[in-house]
């Protein structure tokens, strides 16, 4: 795979840590959430340090499509009905202060930012676009229903949301970290209440956020079974034409699209890690319909965490430890959601009342029916039969033919050809020899 983020940018380096040492605050997991938290708790004037197993940025976040925007795959007009206007309210407004706080951070981050407006198209059914449109209208939003998207495929309507926005995320983060409190290379391999051990030093905190992607501590939260990942395909093409707006298709089976330059990124195939519909073959076949004259010149896939109603789960981790807290589950949004998460867990750390917090506790109700799909899959995948298991809590490893990689399809963790990890929660290489 070959990541369009990665070339052509020189990447700051931080120390790994190598003493004992104590923080009031601190962070697991130097992606695009834990950067933000350290930003937002040193604007706050709090004490705390961030500590990535590898390099800043070298997870999940580069191969974000980076699209900023408050328009999710879970429709306004859903949460309304299943929660509530009031909380379908502090859902949009989360999102369009994250959107408003990325571009203000942008102005001093060379970063390629753009402003544009993100767009969720319909193939076959108008209503639901109407109906979306009014939703968030009536929330306070200017959303506009729409017939027509810059995209070569027919559809029957659209939602469109002014003031949106676009960068590269490496860029800013790498921007971001400038003068951050950083230890690289630094694995933390158990929490122990607020107290983190790794190789190189143990961590004496009074409060601790987890934002490494998919929650490592078991035990407490159960985020085994409120959660899987998804992952999807992406590939930038040479020689096709600007859109001058995001797009999506708003059931999450079809195709995504942005520009950076002269590229077009076009995603899609998504699939529960594992499983074996979608893939690059089906971006591929999309491609060769639509944009037959256009060259391949990157190509990666990316992982979500998916949470069992669409809204990320961000608060304490659980009930029993409430000087530890939780970002994740941000289905395929992860911009904005590590910007919320930002501000809600930061306010929580400092004693203040966020307006958003009770939309995205990790402690609402688990009862819906993806709860039942989850804990299905990691029945029927722990008694299978099999030697080479996931280290994170056993289930059978399956083949990944087009990435070459084990993977699991409980909970997600992925190794290369040898064993090796390549993504979380599993905490350690596996035997697949």
Request: include cysteine; glycine fraction near 8%.
């Amino acid at each position: 795979m070959k990541f369009l983020w990665t070339e052509d940018i020189e990447k700051p380096s931080f120390n790994k840590l190598n003493k004992d040492i104590e923080t009031d605050v601190l962070i697991i997991g130097g992606g695009m959430a834990g950067i933000l938290c350290a930003i937002a708790l040193r604007d706050a004037g709090a004490d705390y340090m961030l500590v990535e197993a590898k390099a800043i940025g070298s997870g999940i976040t580069k191969g974000t499509t980076a699209v900023i925007s408050a328009q999710h795959d879970t429709l306004y007009s859903d949460l309304i009905e299943k929660y509530g206007r009031g909380r379908a309210k502090q859902y949009l407004d989360a999102n369009l202060a994250a959107v408003s706080r990325f571009r203000q951070l942008s102005e001093n981050i060379p970063c390629d930012y753009e402003v544009l407006p993100s767009v969720m198209y319909s193939t076959d059914d108008a209503l639901i676009m109407r109906k979306e449109a009014e939703a968030v209208q009536s929330l306070g939003f200017n959303a506009e229903f729409k017939k027509e998207a810059p995209i070569p495929v027919k559809i029957e309507g659209a939602v469109s949301y002014p003031g949106m926005g676009q960068f590269h995320p490496l860029k800013f983060l790498y921007g971001a970290a400038a003068g951050l409190n950083i230890y690289e290379n630094t694995f933390v391999h158990k929490l122990d209440k607020t107290t983190a051990y790794t190789d190189g030093g143990t961590i004496k905190a009074k409060k601790v956020i987890v934002a490494s992607h998919f929650p490592f501590i078991n035990r407490r939260g159960i985020y085994f079974i409120k959660m899987y990942q998804m992952r999807s395909f992406v590939i930038a093409l040479e020689k096709a034409e600007k859109l001058g707006c995001t797009l999506v298709e708003h059931s999450g089976e079809g195709m995504y699209f942005r520009n950076y330059n002269d590229l077009l990124i076009v995603g899609g195939g998504d699939r529960k890690t594992s499983k074996k519909s979608g893939g690059f073959e089906a971006v591929r076949r999309f491609i060769k319909h639509y944009y037959k004259n256009t060259v391949e010149k990157y190509v990666w896939a990316t992982q979500d965490c998916m949470s069992l109603d669409g809204v990320p789960y961000i608060g304490a981790y659980s009930k029993s430890m409430p000087d530890v807290y939780v970002a994740t589950g941000f289905n395929e949004w992860g911009m904005t959601s590590s910007m919320v998460a930002s501000m809600i867990l930061t306010d929580m750390i400092t004693g203040k009342t966020n307006p958003y917090g009770e939309v995205f506790s990790p402690q609402r109700t688990i009862l819906h029916p993806q709860l039942f799909a989850n804990a299905g899959s990691a029945a029927v995948n722990l008694a299978t039969p099999s030697c080479k298991r996931c280290p994170h809590l056993g289930c059978a490893l399956k083949w990944n033919e087009e990435e070459k990689s084990w993977d699991c399809p409980c909970h997600g963790s992925r190794f290369d050809e040898s064993g090796k990890l390549i993504d979380n929660p599993a905490m350690r290489d596996a035997n697949v020899r």
